[in-house]
Nanobody, 115 residues
Framework: QVQLVESGGGLVQPGGSLRLSCAASASIASFAPMYWYRQAPGKERDLIAQIFSGGYTYYADSVKGRFTISRDNGKNTLYLQMSSMRSEDTAVYYC?????????WGQGTQVTVSS
């Protein structure tokens, strides 16, 4: 059983930047793909970014051009670099990964964009 632990959330001003990390308890080299989701209060959990083992990435329109997903298999860590942040980016952010037929989730980290 692999555990995923997010970190890096917090309070940021509009227009600011934040980097989230998702550390895995085991190798993520075989995880394909890995994801970042977010869930705002009262809303469904939405997929915002995903990355495949070959480096191919996908972004939701709401974050395209502002967020960057990356992975470091050597460090067993997934990242989400967020910039030009907006109030509507406020949500709990979750990392997830698919490995050998199992989908794993982290516990989430709160990101609040406010002045």
């Amino acid at each position: 059983q692999v555990q995923l632990v997010e970190s890096g959330g917090g309070l940021v001003q509009p227009g600011g930047s934040l980097r989230l990390s998702c550390a895995a308890s085991a190798s993520i080299a075989s995880f394909a793909p890995m994801y970042w989701y977010r869930q705002a209060p009262g809303k469904e959990r939405d997929l915002i970014a995903q990355i495949f083992s070959g480096g191919y990435t996908y972004y939701a329109d709401s974050v395209k051009g502002r967020f960057t997903i990356s992975r470091d298999n050597g460090k067993n860590t997934l990242y989400l670099q967020m910039s030009s942040m907006r109030s509507e980016d406020t949500a709990v952010y979750y990392c997830s990964g698919f490995d050998r037929g199992n989908k794993y989730w982290g516990q989430g980290t709160q990101v609040t964009v406010s002045s």
